[in-house]
């Protein structure tokens, strides 16, 4: 095992024991925790009809853009499977099952595993959707996985889902209030609650990189200037459709969330900044001359990639998603 090799696996030992006493900080009693059946039409009440009809009746003045980002946000939360096996194989940690890592693992994925259980039931009674073509889009994702550039580091790996859950807290919200404006409040608190538990989830792995980063301040200057270098890409970004490639129908999902204003180029810089703020990079101290490169280029990559965001135009309307009935 090289030096920094070990080195990762001496923090992340020292980052699990952390990870075990903040568990209850940042994910919540199982028990008491919300539940998709606390949202949907109760199958076994005499009102199950009437409530199904509400709920569609208040489905169908959902815009069409925003329609394909919820079936866009579901798929993406549905191939849960590929993000956990991701996470288990990570370098450094230690995987008994009763470890920081393993059991971090384990219940932030029955957490979130509750995200896509909820949106698609909800998509499946709302009459909007051909679910037999968002099917095939998710088991497509998950059969094809990802490559978001962490490899097996862990240093890595905390700065993209810091990223990400930030990300999807912002998206999961601002659909909850367009799907607000255009009558459907049941919509809202759904992915209100969603966007709750990853702003929940957020602050988990950026509170574990602020451990990092006090013990081994260098590494994670490197990595984090590395994961800005490659910018982060969503994990839907292989996002496809029957007879389409691989990521081609990403970019239209994103053009979609721009038009919105679910998830725009501007949000992407606005966490970078927060990530910059919350682990204090600008004040940082004993870094070495390549952290201290690595430091200056993130510090100025914000205001680059503002003036790039700023000239971007709104992608035009001109693509009919399969997922999307009639």
């Not at 020292?14 to 940042?26: G, N, R, W």
């Not at 925003?66 to 798929?75: E, R, Y």
């Amino acid at each position: 095992m090289s030096f920094f090799a070990e080195k990762r696996r001496e923090v992340m030992l020292h980052i699990e024991k952390y990870m075990l006493e903040m568990m209850d900080t940042y994910l919540k009693p199982i028990d008491t925790n919300w539940q998709p059946s606390d949202f949907l039409p109760d199958s076994t009440s005499e009102t199950f009809y009437q409530d199904i009809r509400i709920l569609r009746d208040n489905a169908k003045d959902l815009s069409y853009d925003l329609v394909a980002v919820l079936v866009g946000d579901t798929i993406t939360e549905e191939a849960l499977p590929t993000y956990e096996s991701w996470l288990a194989m990570v370098e450094g940690p230690s995987m008994a099952e009763d470890g920081g890592w393993m059991k971090w693992n384990r219940h932030w994925t029955a957490e979130e595993n509750r995200h896509g259980d909820l949106l698609n039931k909800y998509l499946y009674l709302s009459g909007r959707v051909d679910m037999r073509q968002m099917e095939i889009s998710t088991q497509y994702l998950i059969a094809d996985g990802f490559d978001i550039g962490t490899g097996h580091d862990p240093y890595r790996n905390f700065i993209y889902t810091s990223f990400q859950e930030l990300a999807t807290n912002i998206s999961h919200r601002r659909v909850a209030s367009l799907a607000k404006k255009d009558g459907d409040t049941l919509l809202s608190k759904m992915c209100g609650v969603i966007a709750s538990d990853e702003a929940r989830h957020a602050k988990a792995y950026k509170d574990f990189m602020n451990r990092i980063f006090e013990v081994d301040p260098n590494e994670a200057m490197l990595a984090f200037e590395d994961m800005m270098r490659k910018k982060i890409v969503m994990p839907a970004h292989f996002l496809r459709e029957v007879g389409l490639k691989i990521g081609q129908t990403f970019g239209h999902f994103t053009d979609a969330a721009q038009r919105l204003g679910v998830y725009t180029a501007i949000d992407y810089v606005d966490i970078m900044q927060q990530l910059i703020i919350d682990w204090k990079i600008e004040g940082m101290r004993d870094l070495n001359e390549a952290g201290e490169k690595a430091r200056d280029y993130i510090m100025n990559l914000p205001s680059r990639l503002l003036r790039v965001a700023e000239r971007m135009k709104n992608p035009s309307i001109d693509y009919k998603f399969t997922w999307i009935a009639g």
